[in-house]
């Protein structure tokens, strides 16, 4: 019988050496973040990326937009909410893992540079006429925005019905702070809630902040967790792990974020 010349062996073991491994470096991953992190995470993801050499891609949106659509099924490795509310349900039916609180924010009234002049003060989002905007109910920073009305009118400082008076000059209610910040910005609103890391550089030089104290402001606690059908679940860790880490919390500060020392949600 005539011999075959066995030419096929090298590219076999060439392909054999040279394949890459699952789970090694190089993973993509994929993050749900609420609207509020985009800059920060969006300089996360790079420094990450340059330290583990995978990509990080990113879907910003209000964090219920993001919790429902991973209740519907939507694949992700990791979710960053902007409070418990829209974190829990997703532990209770077993979505993901429990989470670690890795940042705070608090919240800031804007109102647009051009043409400012119906809004200086906190009181002044009660008088008549003022097109006052903030985020939907079901947003966190909505929820957040109006427990803190609800405060400032229990303090009788800002007069009877203050809350009515202020929520009565509501003109739109949006999907996620982004968004009213931007209303704010084009000048469509007198005046905006927003997250102070919202005021971004380029955002800072067309509004003016008008501080909200902290005895009637609230602090935002951000959780972040592990899907539990991560198809890439070390590097999902090392993506959680790396926003913990000195380095992440650096990039959160720059961007504003308050520093947390993590701890495990119940």
Do not use: C, H
């Not at 590219?11 to 993050?31: C, I, K, R």
């Not at 973040?33 to 990509?55: N, P, V, Y």
Request: net charge positive; glycine share 8%.
């Amino acid at each position: 019988m005539r011999k075959i010349k066995p030419l096929f062996i090298p590219a076999v073991l060439s392909a054999l050496f040279f394949a890459p491994v699952s789970g090694q470096q190089g993973t993509n991953l994929t993050v749900f973040a609420a609207a509020s992190l985009t800059d920060s995470f969006t300089e996360i993801g790079k420094a990450f990326d340059a330290k583990m050499g995978g990509k990080t891609n990113f879907q910003f949106a209000g964090s219920q937009v993001l919790r429902t659509q991973l209740e519907n099924g939507a694949k992700a490795d990791v979710y960053a909410s902007a409070n418990n509310a829209q974190f829990d349900p997703l532990v209770k039916a077993g979505l993901i893992s429990s989470g670690t609180i890795f940042t705070k924010n608090r919240l800031v009234v804007i109102v647009p540079k051009k043409g400012a002049g119906n809004v200086k003060t906190l009181s002044d989002l009660a008088k008549p006429g003022v097109k006052l905007v903030i985020a939907d109910k079901t947003v966190p920073v909505g929820q957040y925005t109006r427990q803190i009305l609800e405060t400032l009118g229990k303090s009788n400082k800002f007069g009877a019905d203050y809350t009515a008076r202020v929520l009565k000059n509501v003109v739109s209610e949006e999907t996620n702070v982004r968004q009213v910040a931007l209303k704010v910005q084009l000048g469509e609103a007198d005046a905006g809630v927003v997250y102070t890391t919202d005021v971004t550089p380029s955002l800072a030089s067309t509004v003016i902040q008008i501080a909200i104290p902290a005895r009637y402001n609230v602090v935002a606690k951000y959780p972040i967790g592990i899907l539990k059908n991560s198809s890439n679940m070390d590097a999902a860790k090392a993506f959680t792990d790396f926003v913990l880490s000195r380095d992440g919390q650096a990039i959160l500060g720059k961007w504003g974020f308050l520093p947390v020392a993590g701890s495990k949600l119940p």
